[in-house]
């Protein structure tokens, strides 16, 4: 008899987690069915005695970072959508209720894995550069750059929304509810209200920057200019007519005509810091479909988004690079293992940071940095006794170095799995928490254009990630798909915090896969993160011993929060499992 499972033979099997199991109705029929589509092994008999179980498992299911908005996309699936309808409700939603991390005025990558044909797409909605900013966009007039904070604040850092657009293309492919359903959620929610959350309140009141601009001071503050107590309902009109627009004209509704226009001259009007985003720039905006980056990791297949994030190949590359480890070997997030994925992940950052930024601009090198022999030639400078300490870039370079941006507690990742086995892995943001501190239609506006390097050039060599005209931002977002060696489906994940991305993105990778750890249980694992520089640990979470053992090793440590906001879904033996990051307000919902 056939096996009926995919995983690997040594994988035990784990039951859904305990906070998750409140929240599955169980469809019996449906979840056998899925099962065996998933499986691809639909003439595969089921032994008696695992029908029961099987018969509790959920067909269905979405981990995003608020409970609102995972319960709309639930709503989708609920009405047959797929996973990409699903995606659409529950962004539109986080987009009102978490607005400090994404929203239709910032952008997006999705992930895309269609049960099918097995087949993964990726969908580009990054923010691009105004036509009219320069290379010195970001430069004063002493030739010097702005300090940071003077940039982001203001119609400067905005760049050219592209969630709607990437979202239209994406379920013009994989939809197949009206488009007009999928905003009803956010629609009536922002005409009902909803109650300002705890994190939501603690970020408005530790802003120094929020009531700059009279619009956004006045939705984030109650009459006596404080913070929006927990528990306040908060209505926003103007989100629901924009999205009402939206809904009957589609992304062109927000790309052309009044919202533009509208959006346009609060950009170009900013007090004290003016932007150059025009009517043109929305008018001609477009989404892109690019190929995925895949890559072998063990007996398994990872996939990513390419250029213009520079996640995917990163977190390719610390995969490949610790290939030859024996992770399993090892106990999860002891020092012996945090080595291993810091190295790693120097020798992956010393190569973003030198080479990754938009492909439609520079040449970027991702087929010599994702090549097998040459990870292989890196991976040997890694040492279990001695940090290499600053790693250097492993290809000759005509492009200078870019130094990381300060990041903030912004962005937002959602995974969705439907009942025929459809999977979206999304990422979006609006970079700083609140972006430009601008609002307008209703929606925060990004200030993504501070993802770009201030200094074009470095001693004489252009920087790749300088801005053009046009270009997209380098990013750090790591939407992230994980299929077994015949192309079936294992995982989704992803999460927000800046540079930071990648490394909570390989942590919860290497604990589902190298340390079978369940979903949650890889998603709670500490964090621990390297960027080519010092080693990052959680603090609180009992990494003291660890700090002191890689400092023994030559790192530098520092102990601090690391607040990641993973959101992901897992396939194994025993059905869907989901995990939410427990350092933000996220939640699994399945049936």
Known sequence: MPSCSFASPDRP?????????????PRPLMALAFAAALSGLAGCATPPEETAAAAQQPRHMVAAANPLAAEAGMAMLRKGGSAVDAAIATALVLGLVEPQSSGIGGGAFLLHYAAGDRSVSAYDGRESAPREAGEDLFL????????????????????????????????????????????????????????????????IAGDRFLKRYPETAAYFHDGQGQALAV???????????????????????????????????????????????????????????????????????VCGMPPP?????????????LETSDLAALTPASPEAIHLVAEA??????????????????DVPVDALLDRAYLQGRAALISPQRSLGKAEPGLPAQQAHSPQQLNSPSTSHLSVVDADGNAVSMT???????????????????????????????????????????KRPRSSMSPTLVLDRQGRFVMAIGSPGGSRIIGYTAKAVIGALDWNLSMQEAIDLPNFVNRNGATDLEEGRGLEGAAQALEAL???????????????????????????????????LSE
């Open 428 to 470: 979006a943001s609006i970079e700083s928490a609140f972006g430009a501190r601008m609002m307008s239609g209703g929606f925060l506006l990004n200030n993504e254009l501070t993802d770009f390097s201030f200094r074009p050039s470095v001693d004489g060599q252009p920087v790749a990630n300088r801005v053009q005209a046009g």
């Open 13 to 25: 099997r784990f039951a859904v987690p305990a906070r998750l199991r409140s929240s599955l109705r």
């Open 554 to 588: 030559g790192h530098e440590v520092n102990l601090r929060g690391l607040t990641s906001g993973l959101h992901g879904i897992r396939l194994t033996e025993a059905g869907l499992e989901g995990g939410a990051d427990p350092r933000r307000e996220g939640v699994v």
């Open 231 to 301: 528990g306040t309902r908060l209505r926003n009109q103007a989100y629901a007519d924009t999205l009402r627009a939206v809904a009957d004209g589609g992304a062109d509704a927000f790309y052309k005509g009044q919202i533009a226009i509208d959006l346009v001259q609060r950009v170009r009007a900013a007090a004290d810091n003016p932007g150059f985003l025009s009517y043109a720039d929305m008018a001609t905006y477009e989404a892109k479909k690019r190929a995925p980056l895949c890559a072998p990791y063990r007996q398994w297949q």
């Open 345 to 362: 992940s120097r020798l992956a950052f010393a190569d973003r940071n030198r080479f990754l930024a938009d492909s439609d601009f520079v």
């Open 309 to 321: 994030t520079s996640g995917g190949v990163a977190v390719l590359q610390i995969l490949s690079l």
């Open 140 to 203: 004063k007039a002493d030739g010097e750059p702005m300090a940071f904070w003077d940039a982001v604040v203001g119609g400067r850092s905005v760049g050219t929304p592209g969630l709607l657009r990437m979202l239209e293309m994406a379920h013009q492919e994989h939809g197949r509810l009206p488009w007009a359903d999928l905003l009803a959620p956010a629609i009536a929610l922002a005409d009902e209200g909803f109650a300002v959350s705890p994190r939501l309140n603690g970020l």
